[in-house]
């Protein structure tokens, strides 16, 4: 028995593709026949590749100097570098050279007392704090020395008062003890190296030792 098909069973082995696919389209029936559109497209507008024919159509203009350009492009595949912000550097000559005995305007003390004064335990930050308040700022190395003091005078203070609240907590006052010995001995050695001219300069005060130096504005005119 024959297999019935359908009219849209398009198996090129069947004979009666051809007609099939006629009765199913049409033939002649009075439809137009597909035409072929003359001319091709058409392009509008400049061209757009026009700007690509040459890299350098819309490159800023450089300057020549001795028929040398001032240099090459920068490429915007490279992340532009910053320099890292400046850090307080103190006046090469107030940390270093043996203090002498002339007088410094303001206390009309000797730079040599001026210098190593503020560095006295105990009574050093009341002499730190008199000579940024005295000591016009033409006289940079006894300021250096009396903002540096300051700063570190304060610090003990600070760190000293932690030890205390700690020995309150451990009913120890051990490391307490330590501590002020070795600040004690910390400050005499300050002393001695002003003295004797040595560079002395304590990093972690830099900062805060700068900021007295500007902040306490002499009293006296320079």
Same mark, same amino acid.
């Given at each position: 028995m024959e297999q019935k098909k359908s009219k849209y069973d398009t198996n090129p082995l069947d004979p009666e593709v051809a007609r099939k696919t006629e009765e199913v389209w *049409? @033939?002649?029936?009075g439809r137009a026949d597909t035409q072929q559109v003359k001319g091709g497209t058409s392009q509008i507008g400049p061209n757009p590749e026009s700007p690509r024919s040459n890299v350098y159509s819309e490159a800023p203009t450089r300057h020549l100097e001795? *028929? +040398?350009?001032d240099g090459p492009y920068p490429s915007v595949f490279i992340p532009p570098t910053y320099a890292p912000p400046?850090?307080?550097q103190p006046p090469p000559n107030a940390q270093s050279g043996r203090p002498t005995s002339r007088t410094v305007a303001g206390i009309? $003390?000797? @730079?040599?007392?001026?210098?190593?004064?503020?560095?006295?335990p105990y009574l050093g930050i009341v002499a730190s704090i008199l000579e940024?308040?005295?000591?016009? #700022?033409k006289e940079t190395r006894v300021r250096f020395h009396a903002s540096q003091a300051l700063a570190l005078?304060?610090?003990?203070?600070?760190? *000293? +008062?932690l030890f205390w609240i700690i020995g309150l907590l451990t009913d120890s006052s051990l490391g307490g003890g330590i $501590? #002020?010995?070795?600040? $004690?001995? $910390?400050?005499?050695?300050?002393?001695? +190296?002003?003295?004797?001219? @040595?560079?002395? #300069?304590?990093a972690p005060l830099t900062e805060p030792a700068h900021w007295f130096n500007e902040h306490i504005e002499s009293r006296t005119k320079s």
């Open positions: *049409g @033939e002649g029936d001795n *028929g +040398r350009a400046a850090v307080y009309g $003390f000797p @730079e040599k007392w001026a210098m190593i004064l503020p560095y006295a940024l308040l005295l000591v016009p #700022r005078h304060l610090a003990i203070l600070i760190i *000293g +008062r $501590f #002020r010995a070795a600040s $004690f001995i $910390f400050l005499i050695i300050s002393m001695i +190296r002003v003295w004797q001219g @040595e560079a002395h #300069r304590i």
